[in-house]
């Protein structure tokens, strides 16, 4: 029994050591192209990056343009309300027919367009100094 296990020892020690002594080749060629697969895929996803980036940065653009007018359209429109209640409070004084109540509700109505009129222009002054 003990020579048996000494001969099969043996024998695993052998083919082990065949198994270490069997020979690497230097370059496999599946592996080549997978390496060369995964640089392709690289510069493909960089390539797209790209390409949304430059996307991306014609949609600001035209974005930008969109604000710059609607804030413009915005700020007439106020102008417009404020010159409404400037006439609404002269007429009304001229007539007679405000009390001083409905003349302070006026000019608080005028004095808050007007501040918002001031806040919208330097907002649309800073979007038209991002603008190109």
Do not use: H, W
Not at 19 to 30: M, T, W
Not at 43 to 52: D, G, I
Request: net charge positive.
């Amino acid at each position: 029994m003990k020579a048996a296990t000494l001969v099969l020892f043996f024998t695993f020690l052998l083919v082990c050591q065949s198994y270490g002594q069997e020979e690497v080749l230097p370059s496999n060629p599946i592996s080549e192209k997978v390496e060369q697969n995964k640089e392709e895929l690289q510069l493909l996803k960089q390539r797209k990056k790209e390409e949304k980036a430059v996307a991306n940065a014609e949609k600001d653009k035209v974005k930008l343009a969109k604000n710059i007018e609607s804030k413009r359209k915005s700020i007439l429109n106020a102008e417009d309300r404020e010159l409404k209640l400037r006439r609404k409070l002269t007429e009304g004084n001229s007539r007679g027919r405000l009390s001083p109540v409905d003349v302070m509700k006026l000019n608080r109505q005028i004095n808050k367009q007007k501040s918002n009129i001031e806040r919208d222009k330097m907002k649309l002054a800073r979007m038209e100094s991002k603008q190109p």
